[in-house]
T-cell receptor
Framework: GAGVSQTPSNKVTEKGKYVELRCDPI?????LYWYRQSLGQGPEFLIY????????DSGLPNDRFFAVRPEGSVSTLKIQRTERGDSAVYLC?????????????FGPGTRLTVT | GEDVEQSLFLSVREGDSSVINCTYT??????LYWYKQEPGAGLQLLTY?????DMKQDQRLTVLLNKKDKHLSLRIADTQTGDSAIYFC?????????????FGQGTILTVHP
């Protein structure tokens, strides 16, 4: 595909359950980012991958959140023991190389609702 | 920590200019960005400016930066109904975490015919 894709587009889960959110970056993009956007707010940084490794995971709110990118392409954001406060739109973005002037290409997001 | 603030709403008439304002607190901000978000679409980078610049123009868009006051603005000339969207200001310090942006909460721009 031409852009960043994220699946599922919507996810409803019960409090306490485990969820996985998937991001397919643009082919060849080495940098991948996860952000979280709550209603009425701007995106909030979670984690940044350069290749397979997490270059900066300082935005992960707690140890219930974990992300992987085992082959340097697709990434999965994993949330354990979900809480209602985790409800948000989870955004993924990728860029060809890391660099402040290389605009990130954002996907449409996964809307997570924890009931 | 870093903080980025924007006014929440702006309403303009088609053909007028729009000016969206943003203030930030991080004195080490090196790069400042404007993103656009439309319903059902991903965030789109509109433009960016280095902190050592005062102004950048790109077609209908003009970015002004007052580093002393930590104030950034985005001017859209000849605003069209298709410009209706949420506009986010964002900053990064240009360190090794290039993708770690701090976003404002967004300004909802409504353009009336």
């Amino acid at each position: 595909g031409a852009g960043v894709s994220q699946t599922p587009s919507n996810k409803v889960t019960e409090k306490g359950k485990y969820v996985e959110l998937r991001c397919d970056p643009i082919s060849g993009h080495t940098a991948l980012y996860w952000y979280r956007q709550s209603l009425g707010q701007g995106p909030e940084f979670l984690i940044y991958f350069q290749g397979t490794g997490a270059a900066d995971d300082s935005g992960l709110p707690n140890d219930r959140f974990f992300a992987v990118r085992p082959e340097g392409s697709v990434s999965t954001l994993k949330i354990q023991r979900t809480e209602r406060g985790d409800s948000a739109v989870y955004l993924c973005a990728s860029s060809l190389n890391p660099g402040p002037t290389r605009g990130m290409n954002f996907g449409p997001g996964t809307r997570l609702t924890v009931t | 920590g870093e903080d980025v603030e924007q006014s929440l709403f702006l309403s303009v008439r088609e053909g007028d200019s729009s000016v969206i304002n943003c203030t930030y607190t991080d004195s080490s901000s090196t790069y400042l960005y404007w993103y656009k978000q439309e319903p059902g679409a991903g965030l789109q980078l509109l433009t960016y400016i280095f902190s050592n610049m005062d102004m950048k123009q790109d077609q209908r868009l003009t970015v002004l930066l007052n580093k002393k006051d930590k104030h950034l603005s985005l001017r859209i000339a000849d605003t069209q109904t298709g410009d209706s969207a949420i506009y986010f200001c964002a900053e990064s310090d240009g360190g090794t975490s290039y993708g770690k942006l701090t976003f404002g909460q967004g300004t909802i721009l409504t353009v009336h015919p």
